[in-house]
């Protein structure tokens, strides 16, 4: 029997990709290799997508989360989880006023 292979689209891909790093998973590139069936240079380009969204979301605060090789473990980790949250809260409160 062979393994059942799920095929994301792009931006699939990267919204469960920020799931799991947002839910404080250290991967590394073989493990989002092997969750995607991706290539190396697709999960670098992933990982630039996912740092440039952080960025931008972050515009005008200090940048304090972040996703960083990890070059000890050589796994990618998200810093600073929870000053996303508090970054969340800011955005949802300016839809209120």
Known sequence: ????????????RILRLYSAMISNRELSIEEIEDMFF?????VQRDISELRTFLHDLQV???????IIFDRHSKKYRLTE????????????GLDEE
């Open 81 to 92: 989880v929870d000053n996303l949250f508090n970054v969340f809260d800011k955005i949802n």
């Open 38 to 42: 991706i290539g190396r240079k697709t």
């Open 1 to 12: 029997m062979s393994a059942h292979k799920t095929v994301f689209n792009d931006k699939q």
């Open 60 to 66: 005008g605060e200090p940048i304090k989360s972040e």
